[in-house]
């Protein structure tokens, strides 16, 4: 069990680049979060201005955080921005 272990802890797996833009889950980048309101989604510098999901440079790790920002974060912007 112990050499497995240790074998397991040992193995890399080297990266060799991506598969392009095309093909990634997530991106970086979009409207500087410290211009808007994090209670609220407003914009600092555009009163009435709201923003959320991928607009915003928020990116999370692969497994749902993505769409679940996306998502909650549209459901807030869209209360608050009546």
Do not use: H, M
């Amino acid at each position: 069990l112990r050499r497995a272990v240790s074998a397991c802890k040992a193995f890399t797996l080297p990266v060799r680049g991506t598969e392009g833009f095309q093909n990634a889950q997530v991106t970086a980048g979009g409207i500087r979060t410290s211009e808007f309101d994090p209670a609220t989604l407003e914009s600092r510098l555009v009163p009435g201005l709201f923003a959320c999901g991928e607009v915003l440079d928020i990116d999370g790790d692969c497994g749902g955080y993505n769409l679940q920002w996306a998502w909650a974060s549209g459901r807030l912007a869209g209360r608050l921005g009546r």
